[in-house]
């Protein structure tokens, strides 16, 4: 009989601490911050896509003053923040410093990026 009421109270304790953290509850408060996320993850996406068309190409390159008006300088900047000239000045100094062989490959890889691009 005394187990059985030792058994008793044990169920009760564990009863409560399950009833304290309630698992179920538990679950639907992972499920709805996994919601929350979701959402969050939502409204970065639709505010990084804001910026994105907000960031529109302005008049003149940020690093040449050039005006900028070629559809290669619209990639450039969209894609460097400066215009196509001054990318491929700066490419081309990579380049430069770099040994043959990465020059080389680099180089393969450029007429490929930029006949996907142009
Ligand atoms: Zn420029």
């Known amino acids: 009989m005394g187990y059985s009421k030792e058994a008793e109270r044990?169920?009760?304790?564990?009863?409560?601490?399950?009833?304290?953290?309630?698992?179920?509850?538990?679950?639907?408060?992972?499920?709805n911050a996994d919601k929350g996320e979701d959402k969050n993850g939502k409204t970065i996406e639709?505010?990084?896509?804001?910026?994105?068309?907000?960031?529109?190409?302005?008049?003149?390159?940020p690093e040449c003053d050039k005006v900028m008006k070629h559809r290669l300088d619209d990639k450039m900047w969209r894609l460097f923040g400066q215009c196509f000239d001054c990318q491929i000045k700066e490419e081309n100094k990579l380049i430069t410093?770099?040994?043959?062989?990465?020059?080389?490959?680099?180089?393969?890889?450029?007429?490929?990026?930029?006949?996907?691009?142009g």
Not at 109 to 114: D, R, V
């Open 10 to 31: 044990q169920n009760k304790a564990l009863e409560s601490i399950l009833r304290g953290g309630t698992p179920e509850k538990r679950v639907m408060v992972g499920y």
């Open 46 to 61: 639709s505010h990084l896509t804001k910026i994105m068309q907000e960031a529109r190409m302005p008049w003149f390159c």
């Open 97 to 117: 410093s770099l040994d043959l062989f990465a020059r080389l490959s680099c180089m393969a890889l450029h007429q490929t990026y930029y006949k996907m691009v």
